[in-house]
Structures are given as structure tokens and as C-alpha cells.
Nanobody, 121 residues
Framework: QVQVVESGGGLVQPGGSLRLSCAAS????????MGWFRQAPGKEREFVSG????????FYANSVKDRFTISRDSANNSVYLQMNNLKPEDTAAYYC??????????????WGQGTQVTVSS
């Protein structure tokens, strides 16, 4: 089963940018849909963005559309989340997940340990 490890979180001021990375193990990275979820303290986990196994389809939560961009690099078995114009409400632990399809990530995915993003002045 694929394993994923996130990196790139940190503290950033409102309006700033961060790029999250997710490295996946194994030789079958290209067969997995990938995605990002987040969970803020006291709130439920929510979908942020997903990308199909081919990279041809990308999906975003309305709250991050036009600010976040997901991409994948098969040569490096990695997926990225470029986050621009960050807002305090983006503060959360961000989790990378690999699964059979974007729609099933929350059900059958392999999850990383998470990386914290804090947006504050």
C-alpha cells in the first residue's frame, strides 16, 4: 500500500503563500488519485483539493478555488498544493491522501501524518 509524507507547512502572514509537498512511496504512484484535506481545531475534516491519477482532472473546495493549485509530478512521486493569498481561516492541519479516485479519498485512502499551516499576523 502506498505511504505518503507531507511537508512544507509553517507560519505565514495573511496574504502570503506556502507550498505543501507530499511524497509517496512505491512504484504505482501513477495509479493513485491524490488529494489534500484539512482539519482545524474543533472542526470536522474537510476536502481541500484533489487530482486524478492522470493529472487531467483537478478539484477544489469553493473556499480555496482561485487561490490554491494542486499538481503532481510522477517523476518524483509527489503531489503539491500551492497556496496563495492565504487567510486566517486557512489555518489547519493539512493531510495528504492517496486513493483509488478523488471521490473515494475520504473512504479508502492512505493518509499522511499531516503538516500544520498557521496564517496569522
Amino acid at each position: 500500500q502506498v505511504q505518503v509524507v507531507e511537508s512544507g507547512g509553517g507560519l505565514v502572514q495573511p496574504g502570503g503563500s506556502l507550498r505543501l509537498s507530499c511524497a509517496a512511496s512505491g512504484h504505482t504512484f501513477g495509479s493513485y488519485a491524490m488529494g489534500w484535506f484539512r482539519q482545524a481545531p474543533g472542526k470536522e475534516r474537510e476536502f481541500v483539493s484533489g487530482i486524478s491519477s492522470s493529472g487531467s482532472s483537478k478539484f477544489y473546495a469553493n473556499s480555496v478555488k482561485d487561490r490554491f493549485t494542486i499538481s503532481r509530478d510522477s517523476a518524483n512521486n509527489s503531489v503539491y498544493l500551492q497556496m496563495n493569498n492565504l487567510k486566517p481561516e486557512d489555518t489547519a492541519a493539512y493531510y495528504c491522501v492517496a486513493g483509488s479516485s478523488v471521490g473515494e479519498l475520504d473512504h479508502d485512502g492512505s493518509w499522511g501524518q499531516g503538516t500544520q499551516v498557521t496564517v496569522s499576523s
